[in-house]
């Protein structure tokens, strides 16, 4: 199995920066692609950013320019710095890892507990 374990969420006044960060740990052989998804209140979760093992990152519109998402491969950690935060931008942020567990099995979906992000007007 695959624990994912997140931390960095809280409360943040607009225009304030943030950094969250997840911590996969476990059976991993190795992990495809990290990212970091988002769940506004009364709405369906919604992709932020992901990263891949190579480097490639992708990015909502709505975030673009804002949040820079980033991995240690090293350490099977991901990184979202977000920056310039908006109130739209509260939501509850999960961590989502594509990995494979050993050789041929895989990949499998893994997610965090989430974290809450608040940020006030």
């Known amino acids: 199995q695959v624990q994912l374990v997140e931390s960095g969420g809280g409360l943040v006044q607009a225009g304030g920066s943030l950094k969250l960060s997840c911590a996969a740990s476990g059976s991993i052989f190795s992990i495809n692609i990290m990212g970091w998804y988002r769940q506004p209140p009364g709405k369906q979760r919604e992709l932020v950013a992901t990263?891949?093992?190579?480097?490639?990152?992708t990015y909502a519109d709505s975030v673009k320019g804002r949040f820079t998402i980033s991995r240690d491969n090293a350490k099977n950690t991901v990184y979202l710095q977000m920056n310039s935060v908006k109130p739209e931008d509260t939501a509850v942020y999960y961590c989502n890892v594509i990995a494979l567990i050993s050789v041929g099995r895989g990949p499998y979906n893994y997610w965090g507990q989430g974290t809450q992000v608040t940020v006030s007007s």
């Open positions: 990263a891949t093992s190579g480097g490639t990152t």
